[in-house]
């Protein structure tokens, strides 16, 4: 089968890299630099196990990659559409942003050829191409990948769920996706569309419920952690819910799809009240680590902070949409003295340019605070007592609890995070 892959960024690199194990496989993106790096093998950000992946392909034949969408689709019988489509600072999807550079490729697609939108479009969508390329069969398969762990969860997916209007593509789309999964679930076309779009508002959901949850645990003394234990404990509810009280959702993805759902109520005259709410909690809980350091520094003016991991999420070097970035930007703005430490992260960009981007001693060196935001695992195997001796103050904000068990009893150290309880356990 020759497949070719439209938009490399995370989603398209990895689709291209795996599915070169079994097919043909031509990547397409329009960005020259990103294409001429990914011909040696260069991945345009860090994700384990990528960068082999995909030299395994191009030295096998298997993987190429160019910038000309007529070279890239005359022979294929899936375009497969995996750009990570881009969001503004309102959580708003660049849609025409992804469509312009699909219609850009399907003149030189062969007629009858498969379109697979993995890119995260509104409901609808494919529709409104069925009627403008009625040429092509669309089909519908929402990406389900994660930063730091994409292989894994491409190659050996749990399910796929995949919407198509007509059942003749039912065979090339088996063929394709049989190698990654044993579960292929399928539906219609608009209801594998608004299967994204639910299913990362309900992710959405569980994560502003038990930090709202969590906030009123600190001020009446419960322990927001065994208050989640007990919710799980629940058959109904159950030990994998995504109830870990802890820092906001970030990274776009689900602010994406709530914003999506709310334009999809208001274009069909249905009035949403939940959906709305999710993203407005979740903002308001974007403040709570600044707002701690506030009241636990007496104030940021002046005061030194060290920031302990930079990207959205580990295994990765993106800071595209964390929520670090905007929590060093606060800190500053509020007059404090920023130093960061991230071991994926070399240099900053331009709007992180009042920071110092140092070593983890050095960030955490005459800190008046020590913030953990990203989850690297070397900073479990650091060594603490020495690294908070010192400090100016061992106070340690961790809105996860990720280091939990390193500090634990440690003498002196002030360890905070969502949901610890502010009051003393009654005895």
Partial sequence: MNVTVVGLWH????????????????????????????NQGRAPL?????????????????????????EACRAAEVLWLTYDTPVD????????????????????????????????????????????????HFACSPENLRLGRALEAFEKAERVVVGMRNEAVKPLLTELLSPFTLKILWMGTESAEMVKHALNAFLATSVTFINEIARICEQVGADAREVSAGLKS???????????????FAGGTLARDIVSLTALGETYGETLTLVPAIKQSNDQHRQWTCQRLNTLLGGLTGRVIGIL??????NTSTLRRSAVVELCQQLTAAGAV????????????????????????????????????????????APWSELTATMQRKLIVDANGFLTKELN??????????????LPKPI
Wanted: glycine residues 8%.
């Fill in 11 to 38: 989603l398209g690199c990895v689709t291209a890299a795996c599915c070169a194990r079994h097919f043909i496989v031509v990547g397409l993106d329009f960005d020259q630099e990103n294409v001429a790096a990914l």
């Fill in 46 to 70: 860090l994700e384990p196990g990528l960068e082999d992946r995909l030299a395994e392909g191009l030295k096998a034949g298997r993987l190429r990659f160019t910038t000309d969408p007529a």
């Fill in 89 to 136: 600072d309102q959580d708003v999807s660049d849609v025409p942003y992804v469509l312009i550079r699909l219609r850009r490729c399907l003149p030189h697609l062969p007629p009858g050829a498969l379109v697979l939108i993995s890119s995260q479009l509104p409901a609808g969508t494919c529709a409104q191409l069925e009627k403008e390329f009625p040429q092509f």
């Fill in 234 to 248: 629940d058959v109904r509810i159950g030990p994998k819910a995504y109830l870990g009280p802890g820092g906001p």
């Fill in 309 to 314: 991991g930079l990207t959205y999420t580990p």
């Fill in 338 to 381: 920023v130093r960061a430490y991230d071991p994926a992260v070399k240099t900053l960009p331009a709007e992180l340019s009042a920071i110092t981007l140092c070593s983890l001693e050095d960030a955490v060196k005459n800190a008046e605070a020590t913030v953990v935001c990203t989850e690297w695992p070397e900073f479990r195997r």
């Fill in 409 to 422: 009893d440690m003498a002196g150290v002030e360890h905070v995070w969502v949901g610890r309880p502010h």
